[in-house]
C-alpha cells in the first residue's frame, strides 16, 4: 500500500514525512514567510533552472558539501550568513539535499537561538529511506566522524524520489545497502518482499524504489519511537555497521558507507552462525539471496586489511565492556546485541568475508 505521509512521534515535537509525487510542493515551500533555503551546491546544479527555479535567488545559501566539511567551522560560516538576514526567532530554515546536509543545517537549526524551526528535503537514497527520521544531526571533529552532535527533528519531510535520479551510482548503491539492512531488521516477510523488489531497485523502477523507501522508514520508525535517543532498542540499527565502520576506514573511504555496511552485516552474520545463532542454511540464504546481490562495489583495487580492520573495530565508540560490541541477527530476525566478541573472533570473520567478495 503506497503512504501520503507518516506521522512520526518524537519526544521533542511530532513531525510528518511527506511523500510527494509532483513538484508543486516546492511552490508551498518557498512562500513559507521568514524562510531560507540551504541547498547542496550539486543539488543547486541540477536542479536551479527546473525543480528550484522558483526560490527567490536572495533566500538561498548554496553549500558545497562533503565529509571533511560537516564541521563546526562549516557551521559557523552559516552562522555568518544567516545572520545578514537579520532573522527572528521565526526563522525558518529549509534543506535541501543529503544526508550530510541534513546532518549541516539540523545541527545549525538546532543551536540557532536555541532552535528554530527547519523543513528537511531529502534527495539522495540514504537520506530519503534512513537519515531523514530519527532526528540525529551530526558534525564531525577532527579525525572522529558524528562526535558532535544534537537530537532535533525538521517539522516536516518532502520525499520526491525524482531527485534520485540525479544521483551518482555509488551514492544510489551505498543507499541500497541501507535499505538492505532495514528490511533484514524488518523480519522474514519483509527481507522475501525485498528480494523481490530487487530486480526493480537495480533497474530504477519508481514504483519498486518509492515502495521501498516507504517500508524503510516504518520499520525505522518501530525503532525510534521506542527508543528515540538510542539507550536499547535503537542501537540496533547498527546492525553491518560495526565491522561496516572498521571496513570504511581501514579502506581509507574507498568503500562507500552503505557498501561498507553490507559486507558488515555479511561479517556479522558469519559470527552469529560461528556462536550458533544463525543457521548455516539461513547464513547462506540472506548472503546468497540479499547482500551479495546488493554490494556493488568493484573490490579489484580496495584491499580489505583484516588487522587494521580489527584495530579500527576496537575503537568503536560503542565498545562498552572489554570485548567488541556487534549486533547480529539470528534465526527469527530477531536482532541481539553483544559486547564481548573477541579480536580473534572478529578476525576469523572477516577471513570467510574475503571468500565471498
Ligand atoms: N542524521 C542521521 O540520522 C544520519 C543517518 C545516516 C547517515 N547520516 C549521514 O549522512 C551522510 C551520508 O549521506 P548521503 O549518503 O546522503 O551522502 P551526501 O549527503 O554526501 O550526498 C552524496 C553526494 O551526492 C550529492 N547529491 C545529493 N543529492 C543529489 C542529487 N539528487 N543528485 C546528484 N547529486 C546529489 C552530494 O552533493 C554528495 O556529493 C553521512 O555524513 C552520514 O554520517 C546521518
Same mark, same amino acid.
Given at each position: 500500500m503506497r503512504l501520503k505521509s507518516l506521522l512520526i512521534k518524537s519526544n521533542l515535537q511530532n513531525y510528518q514525512a511527506n511523500f510527494v509525487d509532483n513538484n508543486s510542493f516546492i511552490y508551498g515551500l518557498k512562500d513559507i514567510p521568514n524562510s531560507i533555503f540551504i541547498v547542496d551546491s550539486k543539488v543547486w546544479e541540477y536542479y536551479?533552472?527546473? *525543480? *528550484?527555479?522558483?526560490? /527567490? /535567488?536572495?533566500r538561498i545559501i548554496v553549500l558545497s558539501v562533503s565529509e571533511e566539511r560537516k564541521t563546526l567551522e562549516t557551521v559557523q560560516e552559516l552562522y555568518d550568513q544567516i545572520m545578514e538576514y537579520s532573522p527572528r526567532k521565526n526563522l525558518c530554515l529549509i534543506a535541501v539535499g543529503g544526508g550530510i546536509l541534513q546532518d549541516i543545517a539540523g545541527f545549525l537549526a538546532s543551536t540557532l537561538y536555541r532552535g528554530v524551526s527547519w523543513i528537511f528535503v531529502p534527495t539522495t537514497l540514504v537520506a530519503q529511506a534512513d +537519515?531523514?527520521? %530519527?532526528?540525529k544531526t551530526s558534525l564531525n571533529y577532527k579525525k572522529f566522524k558524528n562526535l558532535i552532535g544534537t537530537f532535533y527533528p525538521p517539522s516536516s519531510i518532502y520525499i520526491y524520489p525524482?531527485? *534520485?535520479?540525479?544521483?551518482l551510482k555509488q551514492d544510489f548503491y551505498s543507499g541500497v545497502g541501507e535499505m538492505a539492512k532495514l528490511h533484514l531488521m524488518g523480519g522474514k516477510k519483509d527481507t522475501l518482499n525485498f528480494i523481490e523488489a530487487l530486480f526493480g531497485i537495480n533497474n530504477l523502477d519508481n514504483k519498486s524504489i518509492i515502495e521501498t523507501v516507504q517500508r524503510c522508514l516504518l520499520i525505522k520508525q518501530s525503532y525510534i519511537e521506542e527508543d528515540e535517543f538510542d +539507550? %536499547? /532498542?535503537?542501537?540496533? *540499527?547498527n546492525y553491518g555497521h560495526c565491522f561496516g565502520h572498521a571496513i570504511e576506514s581501514s579502506t581509507n573511504f574507498e568503500i562507500s558507507h552503505g557498501q561498507a555496511v553490507v559486507l558488515g552485516m555479511i561479517a556479522a552474520n558469519i559470527s552469529a552462525h560461528k556462536r550458533g545463532l544463525l543457521s548455516a542454511e539461513n547464513e547462506r540464504f540472506l548472503r546468497a539471496k540479499v547482500l551479495i546481490p546488493v554490494f556493488k562495489t568493484n573490490m579489484q583495487n580496495i584491499k580489505l586489511n583484516i588487522e587494521e580492520t580489527v584495530a579500527a573495530m576496537a575503537h568503536?565508540?560503542?565498545?562498552?565492556?572489554?570485548g567488541l560490541a556487534l549486533v547480529m541477527i539470528d534465526d527469527n530476525y530477531e536482532m541481539i546485541k553483544i559486547t564481548d566478541m573477541s579480536k580473534n573472533e572478529a578476525s576469523e570473520s572477516l577471513k570467510e568475508l574475503e571468500n565471498f567478495i
Open positions: 536551479k533552472d527546473n *525543480l *528550484l527555479a522558483c526560490i /527567490k /535567488k536572495d +537519515s531523514c527520521i %530519527g532526528a525524482e531527485f *534520485l535520479k540525479t544521483q +539507550s %536499547g /532498542k535503537r542501537n540496533m *540499527l568503536d565508540k560503542k565498545n562498552t565492556g572489554d
